[in-house]
């Protein structure tokens, strides 16, 4: 069964702090996202890769690294989190040809204070 | 933005009734993907419609899709109090041919 895994679910950080979002998939996709969804402005890709090695910048990449060292593994990193970071982000993954489904994780609520 | 403002609505019906949810996208594409969003949950696909294909069934669900028009409606018939949630369509993207999404319709379905 095709699996999307995100830690933490929940995560509180203080303003200035580094965050780390970890996601792992079983699906050997090649291609990983980084989203975040707040009320308004529905689902926007942050960061994206095709492959292990490989990050490329979404639609609001400002203020977020991400990281792919392996195949199952994507990362999405806040160096200085700031209180407008504060949503649910939701890593996926997919085969990259647009029409096989999208597996999505159950997201992570984070809070920044 | 992809996705015409016209995305974002909320609907509440009542159950076995039938309700249409409407999408107008603005760019060029093969295929639109709906998906569908309960409380704490990741999205989930629920429905894929190919440009070759107008109309698509699955159970309860039937999507159609105008490429004329650039848009895309999903209904669902004699809905039920669980399908209760947030319904999102999407287009791929040209970046690793993800998802761009809409704003998303919630629907909520009383007995």
């Known amino acids: 069964e095709a699996a999307v895994t995100q830690s933490p679910r929940n995560k509180v950080a203080v303003t200035g702090g580094k965050v780390t979002l970890s996601c792992n998939q079983t699906?050997?996709?090649?291609?990983m996202y980084w989203y975040r969804q707040d009320t308004g402005h529905g689902l926007r890709l942050i960061h994206y890769?095709?492959?292990?090695?490989?990050?490329e910048k979404g639609d609001i990449p400002d203020g977020y690294k991400a990281s792919r060292p392996s195949q199952e593994n994507f990362s999405l990193i806040l160096e200085l989190a700031t209180p407008s970071q504060t949503s649910v982000y939701f890593c996926?993954?997919?085969?990259?040809?647009?029409?096989?489904?999208?597996?999505f994780g159950k997201g992570t609520r984070l809070t920044v204070v | 933005s992809q996705w015409g403002e016209e995305n974002l609505q909320a609907l509440s019906i009542q159950e076995g009734e039938d309700v249409t949810m409407n999408c107008s996208y603005k760019?060029?594409?093969?295929?639109v993907h709906w998906y569908r969003q309960d409380s704490g949950r990741g999205p989930a696909l629920i429905i894929l419609?190919?440009?070759?294909?107008r109309e698509k069934r699955s159970g309860r669900l039937r999507a159609t899709l105008d490429t004329s028009s650039q848009s895309s409606s999903l209904s669902i018939t004699a809905a039920q109090c669980e399908d209760t949630a947030v319904y999102f369509c999407?287009?791929?993207?040209?970046?690793?041919?993800?998802?761009?999404f809409g704003l998303g319709t919630r629907v909520s379905v009383f007995p």
């Open positions: 890769s095709y492959g292990a090695g490989s990050t």
């Open positions: 699906n050997n996709h090649n291609n």
């Open positions: 996926a993954s997919g085969d990259g040809t647009g029409h096989t489904e999208v597996f």
């Open positions: 419609i190919r440009s070759n294909e």
């Open positions: 999407a287009t791929v993207n040209n970046y690793a041919q993800g998802l761009t």
């Open positions: 760019t060029y594409t093969t295929v």
